[in-house]
């Protein structure tokens, strides 16, 4: 019963993909929901009924706050950066444990980045390195509420005003978090939010919302979305550019399957609730790992769980090791964990090496030497070294919501518990290296073979 698999025992599961439900959950009203846009013939996006009615429904829901819909969460933060007026050559504070978008947004602004090490509790950004990191080029700081943990907002919005910075919020895992009572997204001058399929609020393929304090931001970020030029309402188009724009506009599908969603959503975030503090009520018997923390007076929306394994407990030092035998060994039971992001972000080619634009764009505009060396983001490196998150693929909820599933987990933990002498002696003998290490190098991708996620 209790010998591990990976030593010959039986597995806990033999078939992963009955550990999570389909995401997002969906049902006739989403059916009906896109049959409408067919129905209504409104399938251009711009000026549609169902792109109107989801910027209301956003602003509503978030105190007033102008909404403006993209195609992507990654074209809202793009947006975000240009509705602030980030100029090329400034400097944006941004976490270096995050999802490559929140950095390549700077760089789409001709701006950039300068990573911040996160905080080894909540792995949210740092507030020590923040201030640290702030220059005379520092513009503005986007805050990544990672796996819908709230930041510490009262520290970043002091040490914002005090430098006199602008703040985004990046809330593209976070929607329905909430901070001293208050939803995450709305205390930043701007926030951003990705609603593609993944995540918590999810459509049917890219979605993303940007929330502005001013009209004057949304004029701006609306020229953005539509080649630059100005669309006033009941009036005919011009046909002339004011500003560099892209075509970030969004599918009115897309906009009518999240205006189902929201219906459910609050409900759904209660279950998630649930289930991700059930599964870190059932976890805390266990001395050699550390659930997510809901620091009191925050509440997080678990997108993604991530465990946080020490074995100094028994006591055994090699943390990067430890981890590993517990991925294999779970992996073994058929109850995947994974890593979510292997390298701090400015480890990512296209930043260590600066490549970007090419020529050193945006870098040149700014002549500071920017530094991106992984080994500045120590907590950042020791969070990867030591962590995992749930479930094998897409983000936690589904496998939350599954029924049964964070009981086999448990049993997984358990197993390990009962087995912890041949875990750590499997840990000692690993072939290990850390996982920014094992990255494959390539000089190019273009004869790869890309597969689906
Ligand atoms: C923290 C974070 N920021 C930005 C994005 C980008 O959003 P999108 O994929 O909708 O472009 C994502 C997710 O994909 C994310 O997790």
């Not at 819909?69 to 947006?79: D, Y």
């Not at 046909?239 to 969603?261: D, F, H, K, R």
């Not at 550390?290 to 100094?312: A, C, D, M, W």
Request: net charge positive.
């Amino acid at each position: 019963m209790m010998k591990l698999a990976l030593f010959g025992g039986n597995p806990i599961v033999r078939n992963h993909t009955r550990l999570r439900i389909d995401w997002p959950p969906v049902g006739d009203d989403d059916w009906r929901a896109i049959k409408r846009v067919f129905d209504n013939k409104d399938f251009s996006g711009r000026g549609s009924r169902e792109i109107i009615k989801l910027e209301e429904l956003f602003s509503n829901r978030f105190n007033g706050m102008y909404a403006t819909a993209l195609n992507s969460g990654t074209a809202a933060l793009h947006a975000a950066l240009i509705a602030l007026d980030i100029q090329p050559g400034d400097e944006v504070l941004i976490p270096s444990l995050t999802f490559v978008a929140t950095a390549t947004a700077v760089l789409y602004a001709l701006a950039v980045p300068v990573f911040v090490d996160i905080d080894p509790i909540d792995y949210n950004i740092s507030i020590k390195d923040l201030e640290r990191k702030i220059s005379n080029k520092t513009k503005a700081v986007i805050v990544v509420h990672l796996h819908g943990t709230p930041a510490k907002m009262d520290e970043i919005l002091k040490i914002c005003k005090k430098h006199n910075l602008k703040l985004v919020e990046d809330v593209a895992q976070a929607p329905g978090a909430t901070y001293k009572g208050k939803a995450v997204g709305t205390f930043g001058d701007v926030s951003t939010f990705s609603l593609m399929s993944q995540k918590n609020l999810a459509t049917c393929g890219e979605c993303g919302i940007l929330l502005t304090k001013t009209l004057e931001q949304k004029n701006k970020a609306e020229r953005l979305r539509i080649y630059g030029e100005i669309i006033n309402k009941n009036k005919p188009r011009i046909y002339s550019s004011y500003s560099l724009g892209w075509n970030y506009t969004l599918n009115p599908m897309q906009a009518a399957m999240v205006i189902t969603q929201l219906n459910k959503f609050d409900q759904l975030t209660h279950e998630i609730q649930v289930r991700g503090r059930e599964l870190t009520a059932k976890l805390k018997k266990y001395k050699w790992l550390q659930p997510p923390l809901e620091e009191l007076g925050t509440t997080s929306v678990f997108h993604f769980y991530r465990i946080k394994f020490n074995p100094n407990f028994y006591p055994y030092k090699k943390i990067g090791r430890f981890r590993k035998a517990i991925q294999d060994i779970l992996n073994a039971e058929g109850l995947n964990m994974r890593h979510y992001q292997n390298i701090p972000v400015s480890g990512q080619i296209i930043f260590s090496e600066k490549r970007a634009f090419g020529k050193g764009l945006p870098w040149v505009l700014n002549k500071r030497h920017i530094n991106y060396d992984i080994k500045q983001y120590p907590n950042t490196l020791d969070v990867i070294r030591s962590t995992l998150v749930l479930g094998a693929i897409s983000s936690s909820p589904g496998y939350l919501l599954c029924k049964g599933t964070i009981d086999k987990y448990i049993r997984g933990f358990e197993k390990i518990e009962k087995n912890m002498p041949e875990v750590i002696a499997y840990a000692d003998r690993l072939d290990y290296k850390d996982p920014w290490e094992t990255i494959p190098v390539t000089s190019d991708s273009f004869k790869a073979v890309y597969g689906i996620l």
